[in-house]
């Protein structure tokens, strides 16, 4: 969007790449409204002059008051930024049926019911910019991680069709697919692997395999304030980018996964994550 002194929602901002989006904007000079869960996670930017307030994307009432305090005080949301979101890590297999319908509440619906509690605002005011924040895994999808890429690889595609629906109410819809970024994305993908180290599961000789899944994300990882800066810098352009690659192996991830061949792709998978190991074990 042209730059103006906007009002900013960030969902997801207690740490990491969520922190850095909120003082992207925020440094730039415009009003941002930074959420979390848990409002006390935010002393931080609070105390940086960032507005802060609880929003739990998967409670209806919190979205509504969160956004209606906004509207209240400024008249709408410019820019929506749906960086919530969390890593149901395990084999889809064994996953309780919970965490994997959590999964998708959180990181596809959660977003959905954020855009459709701030669009009716954008429209009265001339438009606006929604970022939805996807991922590579969206297109590089690893063993231990389905549900998690299932839900990212959704929000993209949901992301494609509210581009083409709101475009004639002049908004614009951005996805980003970052790579690694470094967060605490890892440490709470590996503190909830489903799997629990079972010895009756069927992955119990693989769990360290599970386990570096689920902390894969952070090997590498480009800073969370580079990466915020770069998509603060593609949101100013008059027409921001339909998606946006950033951060480590975001670029490298996706070719990957049209230029290598489906079998040779998952066959490196399968061995850089124990499943050859474990195919041989039950195919002796």
């Known amino acids: 969007m042209a730059s103006r002194h906007l009002t900013v929602l960030v969902t997801g901002c207690s740490s990491g790449i969520g922190e850095a989006l909120a003082l992207a904007w925020h440094e730039a000079g415009h009003r941002v409204y930074a959420t979390a869960r848990r409002e006390e996670k935010l002393e931080p930017l609070r105390a940086r002059g960032l507005n802060v307030m609880t929003l739990d994307v998967n409670d209806q009432m919190s979205i509504d008051v969160a956004v209606t305090r906004i509207e209240e005080e400024h008249g709408a949301v410019d820019i929506l930024i749906n960086n919530a979101g969390f890593g ?64 990212k690889a959704a929000l993209h595609a949901f992301s494609d069709a509210l581009r083409m629906e709101l475009a004639p109410f002049n908004i614009g819809v951005m996805t980003v697919a970052p790579g690694a970024i470094a967060s605490r994305f890892g440490e709470t993908a590996v503190a909830g692997v489903s799997l629990q180290q079972k010895d009756e599961s069927l992955y119990a ?80």
């Open 88 to 151: 149901a890590m395990g084999p889809l297999a064994e996953m309780p049926l919970s965490r994997l319908r959590r999964q998708f509440e959180t990181n596809v619906v959660g977003p959905v019911a954020l855009c459709q509690s701030v669009v009716p605002g954008m429209v009265r005011h001339g438009g606006g910019l929604v970022i939805n924040i996807g991922s590579v895994s969206a297109d590089f999808v690893t063993p231990f991680a389905g549900a998690y890429c299932g839900s």
């Open 205 to 284: 000789p693989v769990s360290n395999d599970i386990l570096a899944r689920a902390g894969a994300s952070q090997v590498g990882a480009s800073p969370a304030a580079v990466v915020a800066r770069a998509v603060y810098r593609a949101s100013q352009r008059r027409k921001p980018p339909a998606m946006l690659r950033v951060g480590n192996g975001s670029r490298k991830l996706y070719w990957l996964s049209w230029l290598l061949p489906r079998r040779l792709r998952e066959r490196i998978l399968m061995r850089r994550f124990g499943l050859l190991r474990l195919w041989r074990a039950q195919n002796p």
